[in-house]
C-alpha cells in the first residue's frame, strides 16, 4: 500500500470518490480519495463494526468546526500512529530518506531541484 503512493504520475489515482455513509441514523456523502476509502475499511473490519459506525464516532467526537471528511482522514492516520512502532518502521524500511527517494523514484535532487544520476542515489 505504501508503494501505492508513488506510483508513475499516469497512474496515480487522484480522482475523489464520493459514497454515501450514514452517520447517527442519517444519510450523508462524503468524498474520499481511493486509498482512504480502502484504509477505512480495512480499519472497520479490524474492528468489526461498520463504515457507518466508524464515521459516526469520528462525527461525535470532531471538533465543531472541523469537516467531517477531514476528521475521519486525521482519526486514520491517528489510528495507524497509535499502531506504529520502532519494528514496524524498521521491517518498512523507514529511517533513511533517500531509501525513500529510491522507492518514490524521485532522481531530483530535492534542495537544488537538479536531477541525480543513478550513482548517486546508491552511494546514499
Known amino acids: 500500500m505504501y508503494e501505492d503512493l508513488f506510483k508513475d504520475k499516469s497512474e496515480r489515482k487522484t480522482t475523489l470518490l464520493g459514497r454515501n455513509v450514514t452517520i447517527l441514523g442519517r444519510r450523508t456523502s462524503i468524498r474520499l480519495e481511493p486509498q482512504m476509502w480502502d484504509i477505512l475499511y480495512e480499519v472497520a473490519e479490524r474492528e468489526n463494526t461498520t463504515i457507518h459506525e466508524f464515521c459516526s464516532l469520528v462525527s461525535i467526537r470532531k471538533h465543531e468546526n472541523a469537516s467531517l471528511t477531514s476528521s475521519i482522514r486525521v482519526f486514520l492516520l491517528l489510528y495507524y500512529r497509535a499502531a506504529s512502532s520502532q ?26 531541484g537538479d536531477e541525480l544520476c543513478e550513482r548517486s542515489l546508491m552511494s546514499a
Open 87 to 112: 519494528e514496524g518502521h524498521v521491517k518498512a524500511g523507514h529511517g533513511n530518506f533517500r531509501n525513500m527517494l529510491k522507492r518514490a523514484r524521485v532522481d531530483i535532487d530535492l534542495k537544488t
